[in-house]
């Protein structure tokens, strides 16, 4: 357990399956971030939305809209239009995923030589919350809201 004023940090991975870096951030920044930089959420939150708009085209509702869309689309130019070829480009990939401070600091002052690490947000120093009482106090939390959901439905 953390000494009271004592700033402890949590250890994440970066959800976004490109990435997958590791990352620190203080308990008092924590907000159930999941991805490392603005660039990864951005870019896992466009990857999203384009599996959700391919499941939708493949659906027979979006497949007959598009039907009806091109046969409008076809009365409406009935003249021949020139054949417009696409020049498809080299997509590159690359990471611009800012790398995560990992690096461990040694605090000589502490008798137990405990290294600590930066918080990726607010950069405050500090020991790293170890991963059994993360756990714990999830678990914690989850029986306190299950044991006040089952007397609220009482």
Excluded at 51 to 75: F, I, K, L, T, V
């Amino acid at each position: 357990m953390a000494a009271r004023g004592e700033v402890t940090l949590r250890e994440l991975v970066c959800q976004r399956s490109e990435c997958q870096s590791v990352f620190f951030i203080c308990s008092r920044c924590y907000r159930g971030q999941c991805y490392c930089s603005l660039t990864c959420r951005r870019q896992a939150r466009l990857q999203h939305h384009r599996c959700a708009n391919r499941r939708y085209r493949n659906s027979p509702a979006a497949r007959q809209d598009h039907r009806q869309r091109q046969q409008a689309y076809r009365r409406r130019h009935s003249q021949t239009m020139p054949d417009h070829t696409s020049i498809l480009s080299a997509l590159t990939s690359s990471s611009d995923c800012e790398p995560a401070l990992t690096a461990a600091i040694e605090d000589p002052s502490v008798e137990k030589r405990v290294p600590t690490v930066c918080c990726r947000i607010c950069g405050r120093t500090g020991r790293l919350l170890e991963h059994e009482a993360v756990r714990a106090a999830q678990k914690a939390w989850r029986m306190k809201w299950l044991n006040q959901s089952i007397t609220d439905s009482c």
